[in-house]
Every structure is written in structure tokens, then in C-alpha cells.
């Protein structure tokens, strides 16, 4: 809690102290306790909104006094933000504009937050769903839903915005439909179990039709005896419509494979880590190698570690730019983002410490990053330094410091890993 000052800190520490020691046999004053607790928890998340447009107020000052474009500040607070409360920029940024939009725009929702009677998700659902309207449109939709937000559900909270802003402003909505189809996009994210969900924002009448298609070719391939389950036969056409193959296990791509050599043996199980997914069990990742290396469609290249440890050997540059293979190593060192509870893909490898400051180009010097988060190193007050042993120290523009370490890769001894990159599944004979 390193900035607040000692009475409220020492208030802070003996409300978290007392929480962590609530017990209770009484099963009503056990329901008593679970809902005041939640009534805890949204007043805090208003507190945060409120503190958090506080330092906003400070550090747009410190913009205009020290003649800075005060539109910067939105982004390095956001990340700021996002390290206090172990959240990525993105999701930061989210926050930061939702406490501004409270704050303003939504007095009677902010009095029901406060109170703790709403969450800090329904609070976003409502803001979320009238950010087509004018401020003025807004406030009356807050005065309306405001002080009923205790008594009604995410869904009926989110219908009932819906509704009274297309009744105030029926143009802003629809034209915010469109907006929101300029949106469309596909993310990927890992799933248990060696399973990966690919998902897809589109329209409404393009996400119903695909999927009423997906639904006809099971049903029709159900009729004709096919053994797989519908879901299984939904999963597999997708994959074979969207590729274009014949049959979803034909589907040619190209995979990075980091696993020992003990482990790809099969003298260990110690687990390897596939790119853009993670750790694998060792068997998985042997059996994958086993169809690419089998039919002539495996790269493999060595990658040494440092003895005990599971960080990889450095390498150094005399240019001022990474070279191709350093950014190679370097994505497959840090895996996502350098910064602490950022987890997104890395997009940019660049140095900590600039080179216009000293910085040298070399692995221990080198991080990867996501775009938003290498922009914002460049912001007033941040600063990255690395250390030998691979560690990024993050000082924000208030003075807290924040470590990162990349991820531990599968090491032994002696400690030797290879790095497969292949195609599978095998090719056709």
C-alpha cells in the first residue's frame, strides 16, 4: 500500500486484517457476513473510481504546468492504474474511463456504487450501453435506472439501458450498430487440456447464419450415420470451412515447439511449451514432433539455458535494432508481455533502457512487448531497467517499482532445449 499516508494505511491493513479473520458458526450470520462482504467490495471498487479520477485531475496538472499534451495522460495512467490493481493496460484503460464517466456523467449510479449496492460490473454494463448518448441523454438514463440498480440483474440492467436509449436517441444507437460491425474481429486464448477457444465478434445476422450452418451440417451429417457428436462435427467443420481443407485434421500450420531434450526422448515428462499456447505435457509435445521430424517437416534448433536456472544464454548485437533471430529468442524467452499482468501477445521487442540513453542490443537488454505497453515506456515518468539475471524492474510515474521475470522454460540437466518448428499434421503420402 506504499503512497497512502500511515493513518490510512494502518486503517487499510487492520480492515484486511479483521476480513481475513471473519468466522462465524451461525449460518445466518454466515449469510449476513458473505452479503455485507459484497457490499465491501463495490464500495472499494467506488473508491478506487473515485481515487482514480482524483490522480487523474493531478497528473493533468503536472501536464499543463509542465507544458505536456495533456491527451497523453489518459494512457500512462491507465498503466499505472493496471499495475496498482494487477490488471493489463487494456482492462486499466476500461476502468480509467469508466470512473471519468461515473464521475461526470452518472451521479445516481455513482450514490448506488458508493453504497456498495451495485458491482463494479454492473456499473460498466450500464455505462457500456448508453455510451452512444449525449451527456444530457445520459444523465436522464441515470436518474431512471440509478436508484433501482440494487433491485435488478446484469441482463435486466443491460435490456433496460438498451431500451430507454434507443427511446431518447434512436439515431446515436443505430449508428452505433455500425460502429460496432467495424469492430468485428477473431481472438484465440488457451483453454484446459491442451484445447485452444477461437472466438469470433460479428454481426448479428452473420454470427446466427454461421452458425445456423454449422448446426444444418451436423444435423444432416447425424443423418447419414456419422459416429461424432454434433459439437464434434460443429468443430470440425469450422476448421475444415475456414481452412478450406477437406477434413479439419489436414489443416497444414506452422508451430514453435520449446521442449528439452531429455523430454523429447522420453526420458522425462518434464512438460515443453507450445507458442501462443503454453505448457504441454511432454508426451503431447513428443507426439506432434514425432509426426513433423517423421515425414521431413520439423526444424529444429538448439537453445541453451544457464545452468539451475531456466533462463536462456544471452547473445548481443552491435546494431541499434534487434536482428531477426535475437527477436526470435527474445519471443521465445518472454512468451507475452514483459509487463507484470499484461499477458498479451508480444507485437514490438525493444530495448528497457533506450539506446539514446546507453542501452546496449542484447538479450539481457532486450523484452517483449505488446504495442500499448511499449508506447507507454515512452511516457513521462516510466522507466524499464534490466537486470543480467533477466528481471525488468517497471518505476511508474508516481514511483512505484514493479518486477518482471519471464517465464521459466522447460530446463534439466544438462540443460539443453530444442525449439521445433514444424507443420503439422504430417503431409499427405
Request: aromatic fraction near 4%.
Amino acid at each position: 500500500m506504499e503512497g497512502f499516508s500511515g493513518r490510512a494505511t494502518t486503517a487499510l491493513t487492520g480492515m484486511v486484517t479483521a476480513v481475513a479473520g471473519l468466522a462465524c458458526a451461525d449460518q445466518v450470520e454466515l449469510i449476513n457476513h458473505i452479503a455485507e462482504l459484497e457490499r465491501l467490495k463495490n464500495a472499494a471498487a467506488a473508491a478506487q473510481a473515485r481515487l482514480t479520477v482524483e490522480l487523474r485531475q493531478v497528473r493533468e496538472a503536472e501536464a499543463c504546468a509542465a507544458g505536456r499534451n495533456v491527451k497523453r495522460v489518459p494512457a500512462s495512467l491507465a498503466g499505472e492504474i493496471g499495475l496498482a490493481r494487477h490488471e493489463s493496460p487494456h482492462r486499466a484503460s476500461s476502468l480509467v474511463g469508466l470512473a471519468g464517466v461515473l464521475t461526470a456523467e452518472m451521479p445516481h449510479t455513482m450514490a448506488a456504487f458508493n453504497a456498495g449496492d451495485v458491482s463494479e460490473w454492473r456499473v460498466t454494463v450500464l455505462a457500456r450501453e448508453t455510451a452512444c448518448l449525449s451527456r444530457a441523454h445520459r444523465l436522464r438514463v441515470d436518474a431512471e435506472l440509478g436508484p433501482k440498480l440494487g433491485d435488478l440483474s446484469t441482463r435486466q440492467v443491460a435490456a433496460e439501458a438498451r431500451k430507454l436509449a434507443y427511446q431518447l436517441d434512436p439515431h446515436s444507437v443505430v449508428a452505433r450498430i455500425g460502429k460496432a460491425e467495424a469492430d468485428r474481429n477473431v481472438t484465440i486464448r488457451p483453454a484446459p487440456d491442451c484445447m485452444t477457444r477461437v472466438s469470433a465478434l460479428l454481426p448479428v445476422a452473420d454470427g446466427v447464419a454461421a452458425y445456423a450452418a454449422l448446426t444444418q451440417a451436423a444435423d444432416t451429417a447425424r443423418a447419414a450415420g456419422d459416429e461424432r457428436s454434433r459439437n464434434q462435427i460443429m468443430a470440425d467443420t469450422l476448421v475444415a470451412r475456414v481452412t478450406g481443407e477437406e477434413e479439419a485434421g489436414e489443416v497444414e500450420v506452422e508451430v514453435q515447439l520449446v521442449i528439452t531434450d531429455e523430454a523429447l526422448f522420453g526420458a522425462s515428462d518434464t512438460p515443453a511449451r507450445m507458442s501462443d499456447y503454453g505448457p504441454i505435457p511432454a508426451s503431447v509435445a513428443r507426439r506432434l514432433a514425432a509426426d513433423a521430424i517423421g515425414n521431413d517437416r520439423a526444424w529444429i534448433r538448439r537453445l541453451y539455458v544457464r545452468p539451475g536456472a531456466g533462463g536462456l544464454a544471452g547473445m548481443e548485437s552491435a546494431r541499434r535494432h534487434f536482428p531477426k533471430a535475437m527477436q526470435t529468442f527474445i519471443k521465445a524467452r518472454d512468451e507475452y508481455c514483459r509487463t507484470p499482468w499484461c499477458d498479451a501477445p508480444i507485437r514490438h521487442t525493444d530495448h528497457a533502457t533506450p539506446v539514446r540513453e546507453g542501452g546496449a542490443t542484447t538479450l539481457a537488454n532486450g523484452q517483449g512487448l505488446c504495442e500499448q505497453c511499449n508506447q507507454l515506456k515512452e511516457h513521462p515518468g516510466w522507466q524499464h531497467v534490466a537486470h543480467p539475471d533477466g528481471t525488468v524492474i517497471v518505476r511508474t510515474p508516481s514511483g512505484h517499482r514493479h518486477s518482471s521475470r519471464p517465464p521459466d522454460l522447460p530446463h534439466e540437466r544438462p540443460p539443453l532445449l530444442f525449439r521445433i518448428d514444424f507443420r503439422y499434421p504430417k503431409a499427405a503420402a
